[in-house]
């Protein structure tokens, strides 16, 4: 059975690969040129799902393809062929998230950043720092990701909220809302965690109507998808006191143009889409599970909805 890793780590999973299973055959480059050439005889792919897209515009097709992240966005654009299956990068995210996430809301809860100003300024800062303890976290998106953050918050004294597409029952949520919900859900949260997918219906949510819904004192922490957010309604909530602060990891257009004002808006640290990188041994892991159950005619971990978007 062939495989085509169409990855800019292609070396790394080529070894990681080879070792965890060592019966398949590996095709794999560095060169687009070549990687084209191998694409017509690998019914398989494993890779980032930009470059993948780009073996899809050329004509080539896999029966299978295991994306190595869990966004899919590339893969759904207008005109390519979507006739084959598709998964995406599940179950290897949740703990990074959760650490990212945990990590700026004690920076904003001790405030780590005003600490160091005070520093620069040689001001003894001697201001008591708050807790996690009996604070409200709105996780919008309750997924795979979404439900291990909330899981990683239940120990530190942490409400979790949510919002899915429809309401739920789901542990270890307090109330899982629709997206109808969320204008409710924000005006009593402390942290908004932004954590939805890109589709149709996530574009735009967080607006100037909504952030103006937000507690003065509350944190933005958007780590799903930059479109979700109307960049300069939140700018100009900052700016207005609708929010104390936001930390974007994901933007609309990444890099940011240097002219965008996020660069400079008040209360705003951008965190430059670091938040949850692919392990790829994990990956690897998750790639070989599935290609077993390919193999056996089994339900794959993660398989897209391509009328859905994810």
């Not at 392990?279 to 897209?304: H, I, K």
Request: charge should be negative.
């Amino acid at each position: 059975m062939r495989v085509l890793i169409a990855e800019h780590d292609y070396a790394v999973y080529t070894d990681l690969l080879r070792k965890a299973a060592p019966d398949i055959e590996i095709l794999s480059s560095g060169d687009s040129a070549e990687l084209a050439k191998m694409a017509v005889d690998a019914p398989i792919w494993l890779g980032q799902p930009d470059l993948l897209a780009t073996l899809l515009r050329q004509g080539h097709a896999p029966q299978w393809a295991q994306s190595t992240w869990a966004g899919i966005t590339p893969l759904l654009a207008e005109g390519l062929n979507r006739n084959y299956r598709l998964t995406r990068a599940v179950g290897i995210f949740g703990q990074v998230m959760a650490e990212f996430v945990l990590t700026y809301m004690l920076v904003h809860e001790r405030e780590v950043l005003a600490r160091l100003v005070s520093q620069v300024e040689r001001k003894w800062d001697n201001r008591p720092g708050l807790s996690l303890a009996g604070r409200k976290a709105l996780i919008v998106g309750t997924g795979d990701i979404g439900v291990s953050v909330a899981q990683f918050l239940v120990p530190f004294g942490v409400q979790v909220y949510g919002v899915a597409s429809t309401s739920r029952t789901l542990a270890p949520f307090v109330e899982v809302g629709a997206l109808d919900d969320l204008p409710r859900l924000v005006a009593d949260a402390d942290f908004v965690i932004n954590l939805l997918p890109n589709t149709p219906q996530t574009h735009d949510i967080y607006d100037a109507k909504l952030f103006a819904q937000f507690k003065p004192s509350s944190l933005f922490i958007n780590v799903g998808r930059g479109v979700a957010v109307v960049d300069a309604d939140l700018v100009h909530a900052l700016k207005e006191g609708h929010l104390a602060g936001a930390v974007i990891d994901v933007c609309r257009q990444e890099p940011l143009p240097q002219r965008h004002p996020f660069w400079t808006a008040w209360g705003l640290l951008l965190t430059g889409h670091s938040s949850a990188p692919t392990s790829p041994p994990a990956m690897t892991r998750l790639f070989v599970e599935n290609l077993n159950a390919y193999v056996a005619g089994e339900a794959l971990r993660g398989e897209v909805d391509f009328a859905k978007g994810y």
